[in-house]
């Protein structure tokens, strides 16, 4: 792993770093924010994936999390959201190849080879840090905005055990059921929609996955509201099965970062109480 | 006026304007943050002067100030640092010409006739103001960063009466005594030095000008500091001055928005406590 930069922020370090990534075959970069702590202990995480055309830096600029982090104690990872570099493949359009991962592993050519984000934010991203950050993987929370929203709910569906809490940010809550998701999975996986099945949160919590809670906030004035992300089809999945859930129509808000950072602290917030909670459970148990 | 963008944000809204400025003859752009407020109040005003190559949008976009503003009722304004266009004078360089008008009014051609920040600043910007935002002209406060934090002083300390707050974020304390102020001020106001006098914040305070007090963050791990900002000129001349000064040197924090956006809620609520207590004393006069 290679440092990039590293800025002092907010009472902690805001670093940017590199590594050969197994997973895509190509080099990543993410970043990550780490309070200031007392020497030996390890912090709670928290994963956020990006949207479309975004890499690590959208967030690390524009996100205003690092108060709130500082606060709390967390540490804040954010990842780049596919592979990148001339050769990767990539097609037309900013809704799919690079910058445009949707936190699959694809088996479709040519993008089966590197377009394996799944498996980088579920396994090789965490194992990195264990090894090179004081972060406490007993003690991880995702959350993502819009394809990363996406990203952060199935992620988080499918591994009810890894993370201890759960948000996203007008995330795209059924890619069966908008044109965003219906290009990406026909491309990354091709026709049989049995194999998108585990790559949509409704569908996740209708076949029977189960998290403690989660949060969304979704601004009214968001442009991609009826056509892409439609809310309501995660609010009807979560009533229907029971799946407690928080989700926040907010006025006004757009799908911006000035939305986003509008209500970071209050995400920050919410992920803190529940990492808190699982340690003091963990402790007890 | 023309309205270029506006976003719902931290309960207020982000706006971005365009109007053809009379002082600079050209089209100027700037960004305005108004927190909601009660029909027909007039909210105080924070002008936040950028640095070197930025325009309103570094701030606007990195600068975290909007969660202190809404908290606080008080709108913030952020100018552009010099005309643009394609017929604008320029300059070999980031610190001369385009991005770098050092809140002066030139006198030297080619640039007399549009490098007028310091009336732009001064007198067209806030009438603007007053005219189309529910601001109160009795309630003004003033920083900025860099080449800003140097406008922010020097435009405080010719207008003690205007501005009731004032703060920087790493100025430029002594353009006559660094590489940065000796090429623009020679450039913009030619080679005879008395004419730099009233655009050096330390010459300033060493000649008579006194405001109630000042508040200066600079880090430590600044790259500049040594060579161009120079924080200790500005410690002297307020020490020997006798004008009240905080002036905190922040240990491992460099030049970047990473540093500025950590101390900008201080800052707000250093000018929010200033402006609210001559509304208070405006009342009992």
Not at 73 to 97: K, N
Not at 255 to 275: D, G, Q
């Amino acid at each position: 792993m290679e440092q990039v930069s590293t800025w002092r922020s907010h009472g902690g370090t805001q670093g940017v770093y590199n590594h050969q990534s197994k997973s895509t075959g190509y080099p990543m970069t993410f970043s990550v924010f780490v309070p200031d702590h007392d020497p030996g202990t390890k912090l709670p995480v928290l994963f956020f994936l990006s949207g479309l055309t975004c890499t690590h830096a959208n967030v690390t600029e524009k996100g205003e999390f690092r108060a709130a982090c500082a606060e709390h104690g967390i540490a804040f990872v954010a990842p780049d959201t596919s592979p990148r570099g001339d050769e990767v493949p990539d097609a037309e359009g900013y809704d799919f190849g690079k910058g445009a991962g949707f936190y699959v592993d694809a088996t479709e050519a040519p993008w089966a080879a590197n377009f394996r984000m799944r498996s980088y934010i579920e396994q090789e991203l965490p194992e990195l840090l264990a090894e090179q950050f004081p972060v406490d993987l007993n003690r991880q929370g995702i959350t993502g905005h819009s394809m990363g929203g996406h990203g952060a709910l199935t992620i988080a569906l499918r591994n009810p055990d890894r993370f201890r809490s759960v948000s996203a940010f007008a995330p795209i809550v059924s890619p069966l059921n908008c044109p965003w998701g219906e290009k990406a999975l026909a491309g990354y996986l091709g026709p049989d929609k049995a194999a998108w099945l585990e790559y949509d949160a409704c569908a996740l919590i209708e076949n029977g996955a189960r998290i403690p809670d989660l949060l969304v906030d979704q601004g009214e004035g968001d442009a991609f509201l009826a056509e892409q992300l439609k809310t309501h089809l995660l609010t009807d999945a979560c009533a229907k099965a029971g799946q407690p859930a928080t989700i926040r129509l907010q006025p006004g808000y757009d799908h911006s970062y000035y939305f986003i950072s509008t209500f970071m602290a209050e995400h920050v917030a919410w992920h803190a109480r529940r990492l808190a909670l699982s340690h003091v459970q963990a402790h007890l148990a």
